[in-house]
């Protein structure tokens, strides 16, 4: 199975900051790289889909890049609905793994 | 619009079974495989398999092999995962979810609202 590394697992920040999260495949992955952010008591919600592609109704604040093993998703400026988790998954190779996520807290 | 509506919480017993059911709003899921994801209590995402429209062919994940089934019913737009011999670490929220695969692009886009299953004695 394809192990993903999320990281950090949690991490706090500022409404305007600007985050990155990162996420590492244990083999290459090509760019079967998809983003979800989940809400407290909501199902997850993609926002990435293979690496770079933003998801239709997303804000162009969020972004992702990388390919093979490694992956990011960065949020330009941070809106105070961003505080959320956010998950990586691979979708290369069955079973589709996710990382364990990260929680984006409020400094 | 796309929405999946699944079924109510459930309570059971450590040994019983529950079976959580999935329904598709109009042909969301026409042609497609019906996937399952489930998230324990704080904790991330699990995939468990998928089945396909005429439940020719399914997929599970190795650990989930003799517990659970996963069928589909085109005729109503549903979809039901039965998950057999409960266990205290069953205790999760469940989703069906809609996968997107193409040459180049593969994601979960559509997710219903989950189900609550909850194990106790």
């Known amino acids: 199975d394809i192990q993903m590394t999320q990281s950090p697992s949690s991490l706090s920040a500022s409404v305007g900051d600007r985050v990155t999260i990162t996420c590492r495949a244990s083999?290459?992955?090509?760019?079967?790289l998809n983003w979800y952010q989940q809400k407290p008591g909501k199902a997850p919600n993609l926002l990435i889909y293979?690496?770079?592609s933003l998801q239709s109704g997303v804000p162009s604040r969020f972004s992702g890049s990388g390919s093979g093993t490694d992956f990011s998703l960065t949020i330009s400026s941070l809106q105070p609905e961003d505080f959320a988790a956010y998950y990586c998954?691979?979708?290369?190779?069955?079973?589709?793994?996710f990382g364990r996520g990260t929680k984006l807290e409020i400094k | 619009q796309v929405q999946l509506v699944q079924s109510g919480a459930e309570v059971k017993k450590p040994g019983a079974s529950v079976k959580v059911a999935c329904k598709a709003s109009?042909?969301?899921?026409?042609?497609?495989?019906m996937h399952w994801v489930r998230q324990a209590p704080g904790q991330g995402l699990e995939w468990m398999g998928w089945?396909?429209?005429?439940?020719?062919?399914?997929r599970y994940v190795q650990k989930f092999l003799g517990r659970v089934t996963m069928t589909r019913d085109t005729s109503t737009s549903t979809g039901d995962m039965e998950l057999i011999r409960l266990r205290s670490d069953d205790t999760a929220i469940y989703y069906c979810?809609?996968?997107?695969?193409?040459?180049?692009?593969?994601?979960?886009?559509?997710w219903g609202q989950g189900t609550l299953v909850t194990v106790s004695s």
């Open positions: 979810v809609r996968r997107i695969s193409t040459k180049w692009d593969d994601y979960f886009d559509y």
């Open positions: 109009g042909n969301s899921f026409l042609g497609q495989n």
């Open positions: 089945v396909s429209p005429n439940n020719d062919d399914r």
């Open positions: 083999q290459s992955i090509g760019n079967y």
């Open positions: 293979s690496a770079s």
């Open positions: 998954q691979q979708s290369s190779n069955a079973p589709y793994t």
